[in-house]
């Protein structure tokens, strides 16, 4: 498993590497130290990717947006300084998978990256019990197995929630864009919500995982 650590300060990143030794016993580190070192790496090799949005340079959401642009197919997650709801909510509308205050203690990093590492997304505990969050809502299910879906809608969801494009999901499920569009109307219907933004809101706060 690769893990990719963009972060300006070689401490952090050292940390970082100490606290995910455990995450997975075949884990990989690679650093970054800029958003210009990412053009380094082979984005098909890797599996995880830790961003910080207070690079020297560059900082907040432009970080986000030149990563995913760089690594379009890569799961990324927001570690960052602030912790406003508005830039959190933009971040997962950019594509990232999960968005981890650097206030949160070393269990919760963990918890947070087994999460996404499972398919899941993963928000701050805070931004999920705002009730003026879009997606914010009681809902009895708890997997993906509870919501009345087919399970290709559950797969083409699972995949829009983790930033995939239409076009890729059609791509990996092998089907028609048009399809797609029509299994996830059907799965937002479902979460009662009217957008893959509000979605990932919706998943992440029913700790939705894909089917075991």
């Not at 203690?105 to 918890?111: F, W, Y």
């Not at 797609?180 to 509000?198: D, G, Q, Y």
Request: one cysteine or more; proline letters at 6%; glycine letters at 6%.
């Amino acid at each position: 498993m690769n893990v990719l650590l963009v972060d300006d300060h070689p401490l952090f990143r050292r940390g970082l590497r100490h606290l995910l030794s455990d995450l997975n016993e075949s884990i990989r580190f690679l650093e970054a130290d800029g958003i210009a070192d990412l053009v380094r790496f082979d984005a098909d090799t890797i599996d995880l990717v830790l961003l910080d949005l207070g690079l020297k340079g560059l900082s907040g959401l432009p970080v986000l947006t030149e990563a995913v642009a760089k690594l379009p197919d890569c799961s990324i997650v927001v570690l960052s300084g602030e912790e406003e709801p508005r830039l959190i909510k933009a971040c997962i509308n950019q594509g990232a998978s999960g968005f981890i205050p650097k206030s949160s203690t070393p269990e919760i990093l963990v918890h947070a990256l087994k999460l996404v590492i499972a398919g899941g997304t993963y928000l701050p505990t805070d931004v999920l019990n705002t009730p003026s969050i879009p997606g914010h809502s009681h809902h009895s299910a708890s997997t993906l197995d509870d919501l009345d879906i087919t399970p290709r809608q559950q797969a083409a969801l699972m995949l829009a929630v983790q930033g995939k494009s239409n076009k890729l999901i059609a791509r990996e499920l092998k089907i028609a864009e048009g399809t797609v569009k029509l299994h996830l109307t059907a799965a937002f219907r479902a979460l009662n919500v009217s957008n893959r933004t509000e979605a990932v809101y919706a998943a992440a706060n029913l700790g939705i995982l894909p089917p075991q």
